[in-house]
């Protein structure tokens, strides 16, 4: 018996929102590494649509650039030692990178909220889950102390924790990992963001406590009506929770389409190797890696960055010109110049 992923739904509205304008978009995104020499790009050219109200999924191997790429779209990258040398990331009409620093104060928490990967080092051990999440509400309502801290124990309590008014006094080594998470995600939906980023937001939990995590920002992206975007290197997470995907290979998108589309009807190589490499239920078998590595930031390979691992690849055609990303149809690219001519294996085939 084949692995067959039920729990992929995708809403036929889906493909209808790519017909309106985005919640958010990004275009020709160049991240470069800077230092002493000339900047070296590590993301380049990378196009990613959200559509309003959807989850989408982030996907590669690690190295791929999706951090980065979220750290970017917040405006959160140090900017000494890496940059973005190019594009737009334009959320609700609005250009992000364009902002003043004052400006992007304003946006993050209200207009986009993150998760990031590691909560225990991203909350601070000096300060009181209350006293961080109070911090964050005061900023940027106006709500005095008392009313700051209901509503941190409110939102405690939305993400599943027990006994809120007690835990909002305790410090984050006094709670266990799972909780530092939901911890992180009340902080991040503290302000009800229109956009919600988690970059591996289950990274180092045992499998219980990810699908609880998983099952949580589902829920809340549904109930507070969030666009989303959920970084992974894990098709499972994908499957599980997202409306859409976007495959990530060497700092560029290869391909983006319903999870549907991409588990059944891959339309790049990459994506086709990630699928094989997926256990099949029930089905003793060799797992089917992918050989090789990919390249490293700075040698790219002039056409198509996947060609010396991909079976599929032939010359000149794929490692003598850069291959453009082709937009198949609303919210559904590809960047395979011998896309027409391949019959790629999903899930189900």
Do not use: N, W
Not at 78 to 91: C, E, I, N, P, Y
Request: proline share 7%; hydrophobic share 40%; with cysteine.
């Amino acid at each position: 018996m084949e692995l067959t992923p039920v729990q992929v739904k995708v809403p036929s509205a889906i493909v209808t929102a790519h017909a309106r304008p985005p919640a958010l978009q990004v275009d020709g995104l160049v991240i470069g590494l800077v230092g002493r020499r000339a900047p070296m790009p590590v993301v380049t050219g990378l196009d990613l649509t959200l559509a309003r109200q959807e989850v989408l999924g982030l996907v590669g191997e690690s190295g791929s650039g999706k951090t980065l790429t979220s750290l970017a779209i917040a405006r959160l990258l140090d900017g000494r030692s890496v940059q973005v040398l190019a594009g737009t990331v334009t959320l609700f009409g609005r250009d992000l990178l364009t902002l003043s620093e004052a400006q992007m104060r304003s946006v993050r928490g209200k207009e986009i909220g993150m998760i990031f990967q590691d909560p225990m080092t991203s909350l601070d051990p000096a300060f009181t889950i209350g006293y961080q999440l109070t911090s964050v509400l005061r900023r940027h309502f106006d709500l005095s102390r008392q009313a700051a801290r209901r509503r941190a124990v409110e939102l405690l309590g939305m993400v599943g924790i027990g006994d809120p008014r007690r835990r909002v006094d305790q410090y984050p080594h006094q709670i266990s990992g799972g909780m530092r998470q939901r911890v992180m995600i009340a902080l991040a939906i503290s302000c009800e963001p229109k956009v919600l980023i988690a970059d591996e937001p289950t990274t180092a939990l045992d499998a219980t406590t990810q699908a609880q995590i998983l099952e949580l920002i589902k829920d809340l992206a549904q109930t507070l009506h969030m666009s989303t975007i959920i970084t992974t290197h894990d098709l499972g997470v994908v499957a599980e929770v997202c409306d859409t995907v976007a495959v990530m290979y060497a700092g560029q998108i290869v391909e983006q389409a319903t999870t549907e589309q991409l588990f059944y009807h891959p339309q790049h190589p990459y994506t086709e190797r990630l699928l094989l490499a997926l256990p099949r239920v029930g089905v003793e078998q060799e797992m089917l890696g992918i050989p090789g590595a990919p390249p490293r930031a700075g040698q790219f390979p002039e056409g198509c960055r996947f060609a010396p691992r991909c079976g599929h690849a032939v010359e000149p055609d794929c490692v003598a010109h850069v291959v453009p990303l082709e937009h198949l149809a609303p919210g559904r690219t590809a960047r395979c110049v011998r896309r027409p001519e391949l019959t790629l294996r999903g899930v189900r085939t």
